[in-house]
């Protein structure tokens, strides 16, 4: 009997909605409310069938989707109404309904999260669909926690990090419950965080009495003392509380000093302070000794008042005097007070600390905060400067004299007959005519330098004749070479220390020692030099270098010592490793000087005896070279080392292999290439 009634209702149901059917196909509005559905103990499958003819849909039923159902309608429903309601049916079973092209399948509510849902929105609340809530204040996984039971079993919530949001895939009713959930935890109760900068407060003395106001109330406070600044985290309504309260510490005059230590990596405490005196406009002169040799001293130097004047002193930390330092040239004294001291301002004392290396300030954090990031700007790491200069000068003398005397009655030389050669050497060596003079023999005070000759006639007449060639080559290179830190002024002297007489002074006494003043100076070598890197690897070099050595021959009414000079100053612009010339002098002297009897020098051949000719050449070419480079890193500054004590060796090797400059003359030293001088 139950199966007959159920046949019945079934067929009963099957002529309702075919009549129903026809209806619609006959009717000009086909969303009309006129279906009224009224199904008991009908198979899934043939409520499909009924469904898809009503509502135009293709449906595919999964090989699972089976059983009986029961739904009925009190009243008329339109096709998308019928849609809404099968969709219903389908949920109450167990089953569900996902978009596959321009069909529809139906497949057990466990699979459709798998198979998709209808990601977006406007789509029916029993619809599947797939959607993504992003956050603004809560974590994602916390939010997920919270909603993940409110979804239904085959449904899923998975949390995402980047962005911070949650995906949601459950039915279009159930997936708009949740998401409004997770709108509220996001909104009013989420936890976010504030930065408060403060201006006159100190941070560390506002966070800890927000601390101890807010206590647990939903709100953790930390402060950055670097930045004077409070952080708060928690709840939006902690997170304005605590905005209020250190905004009402925050106020004029109410700021507690604070203490900052400022350790220092490479630039000096004590320069650092200079800069710092400058630019709060403490002081019109400069104190330090580096700062003050590199203002007013140099050409175009700046205005002692003028802060990046200081900057050029920065890292230096040397001082010392230059012993006679050239016009123009830097001089670094040291005296013992120019050692710079601490300065106070209304708002900061700056004090250095040398034996730390360190500025130390106090004051108010905002007016340490603004010079902070100046102190970090200015402790940077300077480059260093290798420069080698090169004095390259040869020199050539030649002279030769030739006399020819006569004498004749009284003025007859017939005493002495013969010719000898004397040279005087630099070697120590005595000459023939000084042994001849230890020997006590008359005829050496006749025996001069070169050839002397005595030629005599009988007894009336004689010819002395005296000649003398001399020629001196000499080829000096010298080669100093100096390291020195950028815009730092750098000196080497390598030389003697000489002494000079400056005065003299007799007693009464004709028996007593003269009191005698003297003045000690360098002659040699020296490079002093100011470098300074500028854009593009170029270097500004001031340069002042000189060469003096003690002149050999005497020069007639002097009365003491006579010395050599060169020197050149001037300030070139040069590349990194690049050789520039600084300036050089060629010169070429010819005197030619004659003695003759009048009338009887100028006839030929014979005019030879009544004759004396004297002729010299001295020829000099000096140039001076300076070739610098950068050392911007301890392997730069190790390289060069290593090259110079190689250069060192070799040096010491080729002097053990001795030969005789007699016999085997030395080759030029100067190569073809300039570079070849370094």
Do not use: C, H
């Not at 000759?453 to 000096?476: T, W, Y």
């Amino acid at each position: 009997m139950k199966i007959r009634t159920a046949l019945a209702t079934l067929a009963l149901a099957g002529t309702m909605l075919d009549s129903v059917a026809m209806a619609q196909d006959t009717a000009s509005a086909p969303a009309a409310a006129d279906v009224v559905v009224n199904m008991r103990g009908v198979e899934i499958a043939d409520v499909a069938d009924q469904i898809s003819r009503i509502t135009g849909r293709t449906l595919i039923l999964d090989p699972a989707v089976k059983g009986v159902v029961t739904v009925t309608s009190a009243t008329p429903l339109s096709p998308a109404g019928v849609w809404e309601l099968f969709q219903s049916v389908l949920r109450a079973n167990g089953f569900a309904a996902v978009r596959s092209g321009r069909a529809w399948r139906i497949v057990p509510a466990a699979n459709a999260v798998r198979d998709g849902g209808v990601p977006g929105r406007g789509v029916g609340g029993q619809q599947l669909v797939t959607r993504m809530v992003r956050l603004q204040n809560v974590p994602a996984a916390d939010v997920a926690r919270v909603v993940r039971p409110l979804v239904a079993t085959f449904g899923s919530v998975e949390p995402l990090t980047s962005p911070n949001a949650v995906v949601i895939t459950d039915y279009a009713d159930n997936v708009a419950r949740v998401e409004g959930i997770a709108r509220q935890l996001d909104g009013g109760s989420g936890a976010t965080f504030a930065t408060i900068a403060l201006k006159n407060g100190d941070a560390a003395a506002v966070a800890e009495s927000l601390t101890a106001v807010l206590g647990d109330g939903g709100a953790k406070v930390a402060a950055d003392i670097r930045s004077n600044t409070i952080i708060v985290r928690g709840t939006p309504a902690a997170v304005a509380e605590a905005r209020k309260i250190a905004l009402s510490l925050d106020a004029p005059g109410g700021a507690a000093p604070i203490t900052r230590m400022f350790r220092l990596n490479y630039a000096d405490a004590e320069a650092v302070t200079e800069v710092l005196r400058g630019i709060l406009g403490q002081g019109e002169s400069v104190d330090n000794p580096i700062a003050r040799s590199l203002s007013g001293k140099l050409p175009g130097a700046l205005s002692r008042n003028n802060a990046a004047q200081a900057l050029s002193s920065l890292t230096s930390g040397a001082s010392g005097t230059v012993p006679g330092a050239a016009p123009g040239m830097p001089a670094m004294e040291n005296n013992a007070q120019a050692t710079p001291q601490g300065f106070a301002t209304p708002e900061l004392t700056v004090q250095p600390a040398p034996e730390l290396n360190a500025v130390v300030v106090r004051g108010k954090p905002q007016a340490i905060a603004s010079i902070e990031q100046l102190i970090t700007d200015l402790d940077v790491r300077r480059p260093q400067v290798l420069i080698e200069a090169a004095i390259a000068e040869i020199t050539g003398d030649d002279a030769e004299a030739l006399a020819v005397q006569l004498g004749t009655s009284g003025a007859v030389l017939d005493q002495v007959k013969g010719a000898g050669t004397s040279f005087s050497t630099q070697t120590g060596m005595p000459s023939l005519g000084t042994i001849l003079g230890a020997l006590g023999v008359p005829a050496a005070a006749l025996l001069g330098e070169g050839f002397t000759g005595n030629l005599a006639i009988g007894d009336d007449f004689s010819i002395l004749v005296q000649a003398l060639g001399v020629s001196s080559k000499a080829n000096l290179l010298s080669t100093p070479q100096i390291t020195t830190l950028d815009n730092v002024v750098g000196e080497i002297v390598v030389g003697q220390n000489v002494p000079f007489v400056t005065g003299s002074i007799l007693t009464n006494t004709g028996s007593a020692t003269p009191y005698t003043t003297i003045e000690r100076k360098d002659v040699g070598i020296t490079l002093r030099i100011l470098p300074r890197v500028n854009a593009g690897d170029t270097i500004r070099l001031q340069v002042n270098q000189e060469a003096s050595s003690i002149a050999t021959a005497n020069v007639t009414g002097a009365s003491d010592l006579i010395t050599n000079r060169r020197a050149i100053n001037t300030t070139v612009l040069a590349d990194n490793g690049e050789t520039i010339v600084l300036g050089g002098l060629i010169s070429d002297d010819y005197m030619d000087v004659r003695r003759q009897v009048p009338i009887l020098g100028d006839i030929p051949i014979v005019g030879e005896l009544f004759k004396s000719r004297r002729e010299a050449r001295q020829k000099r070419t000096l140039f001076i070279f300076l070739k610098p480079t950068i050392l911007r890193d301890g392997r730069d500054a190790a390289a060069a080392a290593k090259d110079r004590y190689a250069r060192l060796r070799s040096d010491e090797i080729a002097n053990n292999k001795r030969k005789s400059l007699l016999l085997t003359p030395p080759t030029p030293r100067l190569t073809v290439e300039i570079d070849g001088i370094y």
